[in-house]
């Protein structure tokens, strides 16, 4: 069993549509992150968690660490939001991030 | 501060040659972080750095792979003769560790290495 674990691995939706990626996690950790993917490869950064909530703009991540689980929402989604999102947690040694295999999100017109 | 920038974006190179990729942090972090993803993969750990300290290095880092952050500033990791199998993303990372606390990691746009 692979120490995080993302769903789905695939998600189509259509523009406007709320988007939720959830993350569940097997190991102690310091933080959690997700981060944004576009194809050729660059990261983004999106959010570092170790409690509760945080927004940026569309985009809302929440983490409970007594479950070992978050989520990322995205409301209403765009075309642009078409990415794969990463969750990745960084281990209680603070040095080691363990990455999901990731969601391909993909939003149609 | 543009983020953190990786230099160069794209290397093709011959298998046997000897490649370099730079790193430049954000200026005030301390932590510096390599990582390798090769397709479809999710990344791996290679090394960091707290300031210009070697602190962790992984077993995949082998004895062709150095990375050097001589003034606690940017980092290089190098690849003596190259092998097709190196062929990959090279990703860096920095954050700002104080006091036991990590801040939010930012990462690089990448370094694409194709071995041919």
Redesign the interface.
């Known amino acids: 069993k692979n120490e995080v674990e993302q769903s789905p691995q695939n998600l189509t939706a259509q523009e406007g549509e709320f988007i939720t990626i959830n993350c569940s996690y097997s190991v102690g950790i310091s933080a959690l992150h997700w981060l944004q993917q576009h194809p050729g490869g660059g990261i983004v950064s999106l959010f570092m968690l170790s409690s509760g909530k945080k927004k940026h703009g569309r985009l809302i991540a929440t983490i409970n660490i007594q479950e070992k689980h978050s989520s990322l929402h995205i409301t209403a989604s765009h075309p642009r939001d078409s990415a794969v999102y990463i969750c990745a947690v960084m281990r209680d040694s603070n040095y080691q991030l363990i990455w999901g295999a990731g969601t391909k999100l993909i939003i149609k017109p | 501060d543009t983020g953190v920038s990786q230099d160069p974006r794209h290397k093709i190179t011959k298998r046997g040659q000897n490649v370099t990729f730079r790193c430049d942090p954000i200026s005030e972090h301390n ?1 510096l ?1 390599w ?1 390798r ?1 090769t397709l479809g993969q ?2 791996e ?1 290679l090394t ?1 750095f707290q300031n210009e300290a070697q ?2 290095k992984s077993r995949l880092l082998s004895d062709r792979f150095s990375a050097e952050r001589p003034k606690g500033s940017f980092s290089t990791l190098e690849i003596q003769r190259t092998e097709q199998g190196d062929s990959a ?1 090279y ?1 860096c990372a920095s954050s700002l ?1 104080t006091a ?1 606390v ?9 370094t ?1 290495l194709t071995v041919v």
């Open positions: 932590r972080y990582y993803q999710g990344p750990f960091y602190l962790e993303m990703l560790w036991g990590n801040t939010e990691a930012f990462f690089g746009q990448g694409r």
